[in-house]
């Protein structure tokens, strides 16, 4: 069972990426989803049912990459409230790997400049990997390990996922209200 308060919602397999705290500050995480196409083919489309508004969607291709059918295109065409980003890599033995992890340090230090400019209060975005490839595993761990919200997906859980989210009911809580410490 999801819960909503009036400051927080909670979902079982998501987190929320717009939080107004009771100071009326509002908190801001967006989610980077990396696509590896030439793994994922065109599943990465799921993604549009995960993601927020506020969230990017970087798919990163080559020659190689498989090709869309006709109704992934239209999938594509007719979306508006999705940020998709297209990045064509160079190509040799894992080249888009690696070209994908790179730009996902890339989006790290960026944020990273961006928080520190800005008067709002951000949390730490996420950077997703979409790929069933197991390879990107130990990146994934390295960049955990220094403090960052890195995950890697495939597309069964992105499956699973959507499937749990159809399932989602939602059950309205009470904000807990500060106790008086009066003595």
């Known amino acids: 069972i999801s819960k909503i308060s009036k400051n927080h919602v909670y979902l079982p397999l998501f987190q929320t990426h717009v939080t107004i705290?009771?100071?009326g500050?509002?908190?801001?995480i967006i989610r980077h989803f990396l696509v590896d196409s030439e793994n994922v083919n065109d599943n990465w489309l799921m993604l549009f049912d995960m993601a927020d508004e506020t969230d990017e969607i970087i798919v990163f291709y080559t020659k190689k990459s498989p090709h869309m059918s006709y109704i992934s295109v239209i999938k594509l065409i007719e979306n508006d409230q999705r940020k998709i980003k297209f990045e064509e890599c160079f190509?040799?033995?894992n080249a888009l790997d690696f070209q994908l992890i790179s730009y996902m340090g890339y989006l790290m230090g960026s944020d990273a400049a961006a928080k520190s400019n800005s008067s709002e209060i951000h949390e730490d975005n996420e950077y997703i990997v979409m790929s069933n490839d197991?390879?990107?595993?130990?990146?994934?761990?390295f960049w955990k390990k220094k403090g960052f919200s890195v995950k890697r997906i495939n597309v069964n859980f992105c499956k699973l996922?959507?499937?749990?989210?159809k399932e989602v009911?939602?059950?309205?809580?009470?904000?807990?209200q500060p106790q008086d410490t009066v003595n």
């Open 21 to 23: 705290l009771l100071s």
């Open 134 to 141: 197991t390879g990107y595993d130990p990146v994934i761990q």
């Open 25 to 28: 500050l509002m908190v801001i």
């Open 91 to 93: 190509e040799g033995n």
């Open 169 to 176: 009911t939602y059950e309205v809580i009470e904000d807990p």
């Open 161 to 165: 996922a959507l499937q749990k989210q």
